[in-house]
Structures are given as structure tokens and as C-alpha cells.
């Protein structure tokens, strides 16, 4: 999740570094956003311009790496998982989209904005061919840093805590930079 000030402005922005942008959201809460989808994940630019509980945090938060979502298949079965580490009841979410309603299930934890889980209920509608395919030749989001404190244990070792924000991208051909967050090629190891 990349907050955002001006929406308009970020998906210009976006698009000059040559990426494929889907048309822009409006969720049930308020929210908007442009999302890029990869093959299997996505980064997601978002304006909160509205005061919600789910969305105070991005309104303070200003710009940049905000918040990783990680996918889960099963929102109810993540909350009984996590309660005890504060896991708050799942919430539903929509957004309209071409040809029906894009629906979501979140789970946050308290006091832990920068990480929740969502499931998504209709995948059929967010992961396009034709938003998935980006000049720049970005194919899948694949290793993320994030300046905030690791909220629990368990977590995808792809995360880097407490450092730089940072999203490493596989296919992505050179480093380009954008609201605050640095976009960068997978690195190969040598052997």
C-alpha cells in the first residue's frame, strides 16, 4: 500500500515509470485507489480522503510505504489465527468495477496498520491480462522493506523490517523512485 496525497498526481507519475495502472477505485469505506497488478501481487496507490477508522491511519501517515497486505484464502480462519496477537473481526470491502463489484475481506491488528490480510472474493475482476502486462517490463513484486516495527512473529521472510522503504520488483529493469518509495530490479546472486 503506497498512501498518496494526490491520486490524480501518483497515477501520472506511475505511468511516466511504465507501469500499467487499473482504472481508478472507489471503495465502500471512502477509500480510492489505482492498483498494478503483477501475476500474483500488486502494489496499490491510495488516497484516504475521507475520515474512517480503517483509513486514519493513511490520512496521517502522508506519503510512501505504507502497509503490506498479505493474502490469505480465508479471512475468518486468519482472524481465529491471530485474535489472540489482536487481530480485529474481518471487515468487508467493494469497489465497482467493469463488468460487476470487486469484494474483499481485510483482517488488521491492533495497534499494527502497517500490516493486515486480505482475502480476495473475486479475483476474476482485479487480475486482468491487460492490467498486468507494464512497459518497464515489471512481472511480479517479490521482496519488500518496510521502516515499521515487525508487529508479530510468522511473518513471509520477503519482509524487511525496520529499514528504508523499498519494493524489490522481478523483471523490473532499472531503479526508478516514485511518492516516496524506491522501486527497485530483483538483484541476481551470483554463483
Known amino acids: 500500500m503506497i498512501a498518496v496525497r494526490d491520486l490524480d498526481q501518483a497515477a501520472s507519475d506511475f505511468k511516466k515509470l511504465g507501469f500499467t495502472l487499473a482504472p481508478r477505485g472507489h471503495h465502500s469505506i471512502g477509500s480510492q485507489n489505482h492498483c498494478i497488478m503483477f501475476g500474483k501481487t500488486y ?6 480522503p475521507v475520515a474512517h477508522p480503517w483509513l486514519d491511519y493513511y490520512r496521517a501517515f502522508g506519503e510512501g510505504l505504507a502497509a503490506i497486505a498479505l493474502s490469505t484464502e480465508d479471512a475468518d480462519a486468519t482472524y481465529t489465527l491471530l485474535k489472540s496477537k489482536g487481530a480485529r473481526p474481518p471487515m468487508d470491502l467493494s469497489r465497482p468495477v467493469e463488468g460487476g463489484i470487486a469484494k474483499f475481506r481485510l483482517v488488521q491488528i491492533d495497534g499494527s496498520p502497517q500490516i493486515f490480510f486480505v482475502q480476495h472474493l473475486t479475483r476474476q475482476f482485479i487480475w486482468r491480462p491487460e492490467w498486468q502486462k507494464h512497459a518497464n ?7 519488500v522493506s518496510l521502516s515499521a516495527k515487525k508487529p508479530l512473529d510468522g511473518l513471509p521472510i520477503s519482509i524487511d523490517w525496520n529499514t528504508k522503504g523499498e519494493l524489490r520488483i522481478e523483471g523490473l529493469e532499472k531503479n526508478l523512485a516514485s511518492a516516496g518509495v524506491a522501486l527497485s530490479p530483483l538483484r541476481q546472486q551470483s554463483t
Open 137 to 143: 517490463g515489471a512481472r511480479e513484486l517479490v521482496h
Open 43 to 48: 502494489l496499490e496507490l491510495l488516497v484516504a
